[in-house]
């Protein structure tokens, strides 16, 4: 497989559609046997991805500790991505954003083991803390890169003015932020930021969570554990409306003897070539569909067809419920 760089400070290159591992250890029902998901892991590197991403809230901690074990073997060969930026209580759990640098430092360390590895490829801050300064962020990350414990700095879901500042101080690899025919919105301000700064883009959920897959329909019923039962987007009357879109998307995909979701990532690969997404699975079949995206050819007629068609659908629902898009840092 060809490979997609990333950034043009320091670049990283990586295979042009990675692995989001959050789904192995939370989000989409009941997390699968462990030894399953770490034969998956492996074959998933025997099939080409050398790009992985995980971070210490997926779980919490869970994710880290599996992908950390199953990479282990193959670790000179693969680019592993993580992720600080959260608070937890003694239990493990969750409790809002918080980077500090005490915070990074001490996040950094317990990745670092838990990822099985003396360095951590690609550490993006997962959310924008309100109450620390980034340059505060960015400034102890490039302490983390000049100690060896970080090669590079990512950030997710951070907007136009805190990446310029965050880059000021320590050049930003990748950002990781949600773009898809389901959601367009870093095309406004978000990608030409990127372009300027020579920072590359690593769409998370490139398949609107499976909802571009053409699995989804309107009867569809979200199971105990799956996030999706609590998002807007997938409430019964959003879902009916936004499956206008698949239905566009399908009629490129039959046209391209593809399926749905092979034409959404190739619709997405064909944007930039410092764009490289990272859909998630638990089923190899599905992967070996979703890397067949990258030879999926569309031609500017089926993009021309493919942009008229995702700005032709109004798509219903926010993202997230209110308390989660208050994280988004706009």
């Known amino acids: 497989m060809t490979t997609r760089t990333l950034g043009t400070t320091n670049s990283l290159d990586v295979s042009p559609l990675g692995l989001g591992c959050m789904g192995m250890s939370q989000s989409f029902g009941a997390r699968p046997p462990r030894d399953e998901m770490i034969t998956f892991l492996r074959a998933a590197v025997e099939h080409g991805v050398t790009f992985f991403d995980t971070a210490e809230v997926y779980g919490p901690f869970h994710n880290e500790e599996l992908v950390g074990e199953a990479l282990e073997p193959v670790r000179d060969d693969v680019v592993i991505a993580t992720k600080f930026g ?85 050049p930003v690899t990748a950002l990781q932020s949600e773009y898809s025919l389901f959601w367009r919105e870093p095309e406004d301000e978000i990608l030409p930021a990127l372009e300027e700064l020579g920072i590359g883009f690593v769409p998370f959920s490139p398949l609107g969570r499976g909802f571009l897959t053409g699995k989804v329909t309107a009867g569809t019923e979200f199971g105990e554990g799956d996030i999706r039962a609590n998002l807007p987007r997938f409430e019964a009357d959003a879902l009916a409306a936004n499956l206008a879109l698949v239905e566009l998307i399908t009629t490129v995909a039959d046209r391209k003897d593809a399926s749905v979701g092979q034409v959404a990532l190739a619709w997405l690969l064909a944007q930039k070539p410092w764009i490289a997404p990272i859909p998630g699975t638990r089923s190899l079949s599905r992967l070996d569909e979703n890397l067949a995206a990258a030879n999926v050819e569309l031609t500017p007629e089926d993009l021309a067809e493919l942009d008229t068609a995702s700005r032709s659908v109004q798509v219903q629902g926010d993202r997230y419920p209110e308390a989660m898009q208050q994280m988004i840092d706009r």
Do not use: C, W
């Open 86 to 170: 959260f608070a937890f209580d003694a239990d493990g759990r969750q409790t809002g954003v918080s980077s500090t640098p005490d915070g990074i430092r001490a996040a950094v360390d317990g990745s670092l083991r838990r990822l099985r590895t003396e360095t951590i490829d690609l550490l993006y801050q997962h959310r924008v803390d309100p109450n620390v300064p980034i340059e505060d962020v960015a400034g102890t990350v490039k302490e983390l890169i000049a100690a060896g414990k970080v090669r590079h700095f990512g950030m997710s879901e951070a907007g136009v003015g805190t990446i310029r500042r965050a880059h000021a101080v320590q």
